[in-house]
C-alpha cells in the first residue's frame, strides 16, 4: 500500500498534530514528512519550539543538500504527494510537479493567497495559469477555510476537486475558571503588521470608551509606545496589558483564562489562533478576511466583522462585551464543539476519506448541523 508523503518548508506546530493523526488513520501505509528545515528563525522567534510528530518519519534539506533523493525514492515507492502550495515552497513546487509527470496522485494544500495591494490582479492571473497547467492532472486541492475554497475555484480549479480544510492544534485538556467577572477580557496574539489589523483593534477599543468595563492582553512582537500613547490620551491605559513574546504554553495558559479572542486582520490565510481559542472554550471576533472566519460565523462562538469597516468591528466587540465572559458551561460546550469539529483527528478522518474517493462534508459544517 502507497505511503503519504508530505513535502513543506517547516516542521509547523500548526500540522504536527495533524499528520500525527494521519499517521494513526492511514492503516494503508506510512506517513513521511519532508522539509526544507526543521524550524524557521521568524517561528522560533516568535517562541515556537520544534516537536516532531510521532508516528511520521521527518527528513529536511539540513539532512540532504538536494532534493533531488527524497523526490526520487518517493516517486519509486509510488507515494501519495500532499504538497503545501503550489509555487511558494521549493522542495514542495519541485515535488508536485515530478510527482505529475510521474503519475503519482498528487495533491495539495493551499492558504488564499495574501490578498492585499496592487499585486492582486497578477496573483489571480499566476493562479489561473496554474488551474490551467493542472487541470486533469491533480487529484485534490486541499484549501484553508471556505475563503480559499472560494478563491480557488474562482481561478479555475474543478470545483469538485477542491476541499475546504483547516488547520489544527492539540486540544486544550485543562480549562481554567474565570477568577473575576468585573469585565470582559480580550486578548490579541500575534505581531503588530499592519496585515494583522492590531492598529484597528486599538482605535475601535478607544471608540468604545470607558463606559463598559473590558481589559486586553497583548501577547507577541510589539512596539508599544504609539498605541500606549493612544490609550493614554483616551484615559485607558489600565485597561491593556503587553506580554511581548511568550512561550505557547504561557499563551494557552493565558486563552484560558480570558474570555475572548479577537483576530482583527486585514487578511490572514488562516489565523490558528483562533483554534486554540475555541480548544480553550473562548469566542473569538474574527475578521471575514481571515480564513478560520468560517469556524465562528456570528452566533455562539463569537462575531466575524467586516474589515475595513471599523463601524463593524466596534459592533463585535460591544456586543462581546454585553454577553459577558463565558460561563463554564458555555466554555464546555465550545470544547465540545471544537473536539468533533476541528480537532486533529477530525480532519485526519476528512483528510483520508477523501484520499480514499469518498464524498465527505467538512467536520465543522457537520457539526453545526448537529447542533453542537
Known amino acids: 500500500m502507497p505511503d503519504i508523503t508530505f513535502w513543506q518548508n517547516i516542521v509547523s506546530p500548526h500540522q504536527s498534530a495533524f499528520l500525527e493523526a494521519v499517521a494513526e488513520a492511514w492503516t494503508e501505509g506510512g506517513v513521511k514528512l519532508i522539509c526544507e528545515k ?3 528563525a521568524a517561528r ?7 516537536e516532531p510528530p510521532e508516528g511520521v518519519a521527518v527528513a529536511s534539506l539540513e539532512d540532504e543538500t538536494s532534493a533531488s533523493k527524497f ?46 495591494g496592487r499585486a492582486k490582479q497578477l496573483k489571480k492571473l499566476r493562479y489561473q495559469v496554474h488551474a490551467a497547467r493542472l487541470a486533469g492532472k491533480l487529484a485534490g486541492l486541499f484549501a484553508y477555510g471556505e475563503m480559499g475554497a472560494q478563491f480557488y475555484k474562482s481561478v479555475g480549479f474543478s470545483p469538485d476537486k ?28 500575534g505581531t503588530q503588521l499592519d496585515r494583522k489589523g492590531f492598529d484597528s483593534l486599538i482605535d475601535a477599543l478607544i471608540s468604545l470608551g470607558d463606559s463598559d468595563p473590558w481589559y486586553l492582553d497583548c501577547l507577541g512582537p510589539s512596539e508599544t509606545e504609539p498605541f500606549a500613547n493612544a490609550l493614554d490620551a483616551g484615559g485607558l491605559a489600565d485597561r491593556v496589558t503587553w506580554h ?42 474574527v475578521s471575514d478576511r481571515c480564513g478560520s472566519c468560517c469556524l465562528v460565523e456570528t452566533g ?20 462581546e462585551i454585553k454577553r459577558g465572559p463565558p460561563s463554564k458551561t458555555e466554555r464546555k460546550a465550545i470544547q465540545a464543539w471544537a473536539d468533533d469539529a476541528i480537532s486533529a483527528e ?27
Open 38 to 40: 526543521r524550524q524557521s
Open 44 to 50: 522560533k522567534a516568535q517562541g515556537w519550539t520544534f
Open 71 to 116: 523526490i526520487h525514492d518517493a516517486i519509486l515507492s509510488r507515494d501519495i504527494f500532499v504538497s503545501t502550495g503550489i509555487h511558494s515552497v521549493p522542495v514542495a513546487a519541485a515535488a508536485l510537479n515530478k510527482g505529475i509527470r510521474a503519475g503519482l496522485p498528487c495533491y495539495v494544500l493551499a492558504e488564499h493567497p495574501i490578498w492585499l
Open 162 to 189: 477542491v476541499h475546504p480544510f483547516a488547520y489544527t492544534v492539540p486540544a486544550t485538556d485543562v480549562m481554567t475558571q474565570r477568577h473575576s467577572v468585573d469585565g470582559l477580557r480580550f486578548v490579541f496574539i
Open 244 to 285: 511581548g513574546v511568550v512561550p505557547n504554553t504561557q499563551v494557552r495558559r493565558t486563552l484560558e483564562v480570558s474570555d475572548v479572542l479577537v483576530l482583527p486582520s486585514r487578511f490572514d490565510g488562516w489565523g490558528a489562533v483562533v483554534n486554540e481559542a475555541l480548544h480553550a472554550g473562548m469566542r473569538a471576533v
Open 300 to 319: 455562539s462562538r463569537g462575531q466575524v466583522f467586516r474589515e475595513g469597516d471599523p463601524q463593524s468591528l466596534a459592533a463585535a466587540l460591544t456586543a
Open 346 to 372: 477530525a480532519m485526519a478522518r476528512y483528510f483520508v476519506a477523501i484520499l480514499k474517493g469518498e464524498h465527505v462534508a467538512p467536520p465543522w459544517t457537520l457539526a453545526d448541523q448537529a447542533g453542537v
